[in-house]
């Protein structure tokens, strides 16, 4: 069974940066499709940024474009989420998700039902 923890939420200040950590076992990132997600209170869960293969470039969604960057440390098994210049907007639950079928190429969105497992989400929060 594949299991997924999240970590590296917290509170920070606008501008400010977080990097969150995905810690995977049971089973070896390098095969599977990466993505994070996030859900905002009220809203509904939306794709942050998802890696569909370790070789291809990776989707942002247009409002994190240039700021947030997304990893995978084959050596830890982890996926991370560098998230720089922090905007209150951007405070939501995060959630890690892996699928197991890779897709080709250049990844060109989330599409959530492409994952089949899912962390418990780490809270990030933006403020002054």
């Known amino acids: 069974q594949v299991h997924l923890v999240e970590s590296g939420g917290g509170l920070v200040q606008p501008g400010g940066s977080l990097r969150l950590s995905c810690a995977a076992s049971r089973f070896t990132l390098d095969y599977y499709a990466i993505g994070w997600f996030r859900q905002a209170p009220g809203k509904e869960r939306e794709g942050v940024s998802c890696?569909?293969?370790?070789?291809?470039?990776?989707y942002y969604t247009d409002s994190v474009k240039g700021r947030f960057t997304i990893s995978r440390d084959s050596a830890k098994n982890t996926v991370y989420l560098q998230m720089n210049s922090l905007k209150p907007e951007d405070t939501a639950v995060y959630y890690c998700?892996?699928?197991?079928?890779?897709?080709?190429?250049?990844?060109?969105?989330?599409?959530?039902?492409?994952?089949?497992?899912w962390g418990q989400g780490t809270q990030v929060t933006v403020s002054s």
């Open positions: 890696s569909s293969n370790p070789d291809g470039s990776p």
């Open positions: 998700a892996v699928g197991s079928v890779l897709y080709s190429g250049k990844t060109t969105g989330c599409y959530k039902s492409r994952y089949e497992s």
